[in-house]
T-cell receptor, first 116, second 109 residues
Framework: DAGVIQSPRHEVTEMGQEVTLRCKPI?????LFWYRQTMMRGLELLIY????????DSGMPEDRFSAKMPNASFSTLKIQPSEPRDSAVYFC??????????????FGEGSRLTVL | AQRVTQPEKLLSVFKGAPVELKCNYS??????LFWYVQYSRQRLQLLLR??SRESIKGFTADLNKGETSFHLKKPFAQEEDSAMYYC???????????FGSGTRLQVQP
């Protein structure tokens, strides 16, 4: 397995544009997480899904952010409209049957977003 | 609400020196804590978990419930230990990990 796959790896856009980040979790994992990493705040949980259903989106900063998981092998995180303060590295991670047994999340390589 | 605090953004030591990366937490339940590491140009990955009481790459971490701490320690730092380290707490209710803000460890030759 190639692990969690994220695209794009890098995205530079202008303020006001729509941004879509994509994630393919590890096959068989039924939990998918979106995190945002910044220098000031470190890793913040934005939202997570279990069996394609959003479970907790309390970390989503505002209505400009939305996430979907239409099937077990694909998820998107969309920002519309984007703002400079959204600049960060966005990580997708997946795990199997929750985290209680091992606590192990498998992370993608991240999508580095720069909003000018 | 649960919280994980890593007070140091940067820790710089010389090769061979002892290392202690601090982590404090607040959580109302029985905590499950982890350390994750991100080496340069690599993915964030699990380093160790308190429940396993294991030593990975010479690192250990002891859960101290009295001090609500889970500091990561290594007696003799190596240059290859240079990385970003995150302490994480499992929120069993949310079934998700809450991470601290991270500490960058620099081991100088």
């Amino acid at each position: 397995d190639a692990g969690v796959i994220q695209s794009p790896r890098h995205e530079v856009t202008e303020m006001g544009q729509e941004v879509t980040l994509r994630c393919k979790p590890i096959s068989g994992h039924d939990y998918l997480f979106w995190y945002r990493q910044t220098m000031m705040r470190g890793l913040e949980l934005l939202i997570y899904f279990n069996n394609n259903v959003p479970i907790d989106d309390s970390g989503m900063p505002e209505d400009r952010f939305s996430a979907k998981m239409p099937n077990a092998s694909f998820s998107t995180l969309k920002i519309q409209p984007s703002e400079p303060r959204d600049s960060a590295v966005y990580f997708c991670a997946s795990s199997s049957t929750g985290l209680g047994d091992t606590g192990e999340l498998f992370f993608g390589e991240g999508s580095r977003l720069t909003v000018l | 609400a649960q919280r994980v605090t890593q007070p140091e953004k940067l820790l710089s030591v010389f090769k061979g020196a002892p290392v202690e990366l601090k982590c404090n937490y607040s959580y109302s339940g029985s905590p499950e804590l982890f350390w994750y590491v991100q080496y340069s140009r690599q993915r964030l990955q699990l380093l160790l978990r308190h429940i396993s009481r294991e030593s990975i790459k010479g690192f250990t971490a002891d859960l101290n419930k009295g001090e609500t701490s889970f500091h990561l320690k290594k007696p003799f730092a190596q240059e290859e230990d240079s990385a970003m380290y995150y302490c994480a707490l499992l929120d069993t209710g949310r079934r998700a990990l809450t991470f601290g803000s991270g500490t960058r460890l620099q081991v100088q030759p």
